[in-house]
């Protein structure tokens, strides 16, 4: 198949996946009759500014954040779109929570109520990613759900994982776009997408069983990557050289 036949396939299955991933009004009506509790109870009774989050999406989040609700809390949320994701974190964490969120969208600006806080930048620009960390503190949780471009991505990570406070998470969102050209840059293994950087931490983070390049800080700083549909969940954890340890009384030759 030639690149360009190639090309227009990718841009086919996508339209064709993004028109029959929308949930119908019965789908919907079925999600919301089921019993739900933790986030996936937060979404459900949601009723104010808009929010779009795929199904499984809660469960996941509700798996790696409960132990912060009710506690002092730092988040930063990248992308805020019509504010409604914002809401959603305030009543998941309470009122003891700091949550900022960030947006390249100057319209943005207004679509928050206080005490949560949005910022107008990209997430492609380092300086304005450390003076937002600067102003609320070091984060306990960032959610990357911007542009799902792989660079913008990769430069977030870069700039944003090492101001992440030790045992904290990094969860990167809709990482099924690494897979679609277009404006998500994406597309099957293509290098530098958000799929194929989080292939590179895991072997970053094997990086002492191997002798190729590291390319992240991942054998030294990252205790564990969650890897969910559309989802990945790393966890910030200094490590030191792994050792063996040898117990209880070896069998006779």
């Known amino acids: 198949m030639k ?66 609700r009710g506690s002092d809390v730092r988040m930063l949320e990248i ?8 809401e959603l974190w305030r009543k998941y964490f309470g009122e003891k929570a700091t949550i900022f969120g960030v947006d390249i969208n100057p319209a943005c600006a207004n679509r928050f109520d206080p005490p949560n806080q949005v910022r107008i930048g990209s997430q492609a620009d380092p300086e304005f990613l450390r003076s937002v960390v600067a102003e609320m503190g070091a984060p306990d949780i960032i959610l ?3 542009s799902h471009v792989g660079e913008h991505q990769r430069i977030s990570f870069e700039t ?3 101001l992440l406070r ?41 990086g002492w069983y191997h002798d190729k390049p590291q390319i992240t800080s991942a054998r030294t700083e990252i205790g564990a ?13 200094r490590r030191d050289p792994p050792t063996q340890i040898t117990m209880g009384t070896p069998a006779l030759a």
């Open 3 to 68: 690149l360009t036949e190639r090309v227009r396939s990718t841009f086919n299955t996508t339209a064709s996946f993004l028109s029959r991933s929308v949930g119908t009004a019965e789908q919907t009506k079925a999600w919301l009759d089921l019993p739900h509790d933790g986030m996936a109870k937060v979404l459900a009774e949601h009723q104010g500014r808009s929010v779009h989050k795929w199904m499984h999406f809660p469960d996941i989040y509700e798996r790696y954040f409960h132990g912060y």
């Open 79 to 86: 992308g805020v779109s019509h504010g409604g994701s914002l």
């Open 144 to 146: 990357d759900d911007g």
């Open 160 to 162: 944003l994982f090492p």
């Open 166 to 206: 030790e045992g904290g998470l990094y969860a990167i969102e809709d990482l099924h776009t690494a897979y679609w050209p277009g404006e998500w840059e994406g597309g099957y293994r293509r290098p530098g997408s958000g799929i194929e950087q989080v292939k590179q931490m895991i072997d970053d983070m094997h």
């Open 225 to 237: 990557i969650h890897v969910h549909d559309s989802v990945v969940v790393i966890e910030k954890t």
